[in-house]
């Protein structure tokens, strides 16, 4: 959704992205170290959840990149996950999962800053219906509607 006016992302945008962006290299990272010891304590059906966590991350990596092409819609969702990460940060244990849901709270947070939102088109609202006149009933010969009007 492009209005045709050129404008340059934010730096606090493009904070955001990169930020979720390492958050998301890092949780990578984790699963592909410990996917050894998942594979010879779990055997190969192990890989089954690895790989649809791995899609997952995926999809939240596209989230991120589309965050940074200016969508709406991927800000509110980046949003939504960064809430999800900041309730799982209270829960212990504390540690790196606490620092990476505070930082994903804080990459899910400065979009929304003032300085940030005008890079996020406003969602175009429909165009409001003309109301058509009420049907009194129906023609015998060709089944068309009558309506009040005519």
């Known amino acids: 959704m492009t209005t045709g006016v050129p ?3 934010p730096v ?3 904070a955001a992205v990169v930020l979720w962006l390492v958050l998301f290299a890092c949780d990578l990272v ?3 170290v410990d ?3 998942t594979v010879s304590s779990g055997g190969p059906w192990a890989l089954v959840p690895v790989a649809i966590g791995l899609a997952i991350l995926g ?3 596209f989230g991120a990149l589309r965050v940074g092409r200016g969508s709406g819609r991927a800000r509110f969702w980046m949003a939504v996950l960064g809430v999800v990460g900041a309730i799982g940060a209270l829960l212990p244990p504390y540690g790196l999962t606490t620092a990476n849901g505070v930082l994903g709270a804080v990459a899910a947070f400065l979009p929304y800053l003032l300085a940030a939102r005008g890079y ?3 969602r175009q609202r ?5 109301a058509q006149p ?3 009933g129906w023609d015998p010969d060709t089944g068309e509607p009558i309506r009040a009007a005519d």
């Not at 429909?126 to 003309?130: D, E």
Request: proline share 15%.
């Open 7 to 9: 404008r340059s992302r």
């Open 12 to 14: 606090l945008v493009t």
């Open 30 to 32: 984790t699963r592909l």
């Open 35 to 37: 996917l050894p010891g």
């Open 59 to 61: 999809w939240f990596v």
């Open 120 to 122: 996020f088109p406003p």
């Open 126 to 130: 429909p165009a409001a219906r003309v």
């Open 134 to 136: 009420r049907v009194v």
